[in-house]
């Protein structure tokens, strides 16, 4: 699976954003999609994950404030960010692994390249 990941920029606290990560070279619908965050320093973090049919989970950090989606007639998964805080300040990744969802980075097979989100006070 080639993940690619696109959607970020600057955007000021309290605003929102919508990530998008387009998927090719397997059968999309079969697999979990996670999105996951690293600030400078940082290690890498869980935000939210989706699986097949549709269930999802989030951080805490992000609950209430982030949607997951995807679109599996468009081999695609979206993350909605809004309320927007500096510590949200990261490189997004879209991340896939088969079946079910996790929160470990290192349970995820499959990367995108990341795409920065830079939110300003």
């Known amino acids: 699976v080639q993940l690619q990941a696109s959607g970020g920029g600057l955007v000021q606290a309290g605003g929102s954003l919508s990530l998008s990560c387009a998927a090719s070279?397997?059968?999309?619908?079969?697999?979990?999609m996670g999105w996951f965050r690293q600030a400078p320093g940082k290690n890498r973090e869980f935000v939210t994950a989706?699986?097949?049919?549709?269930?999802?989970h989030y951080a805490d950090s992000v609950k209430g404030r982030c949607t997951i989606s995807r679109d599996n007639a468009k081999n695609t998964v979206y993350l909605q960010m809004n309320g927007l805080k500096p510590e949200d300040t990261a490189v997004y990744y879209c991340?896939?692994?088969?079946?079910?969802?996790?929160?470990?980075?290192?349970?995820?097979?499959?990367w995108g390249q990341g795409t920065q989100v830079t939110v300003s006070s």
């Open positions: 989706i699986n097949w049919i549709g269930s999802t």
């Open positions: 070279g397997r059968t999309f619908s079969n697999y979990a």
């Open positions: 991340a896939a692994k088969m079946l079910r969802i996790t929160t470990y980075a290192s349970d995820y097979v499959y």
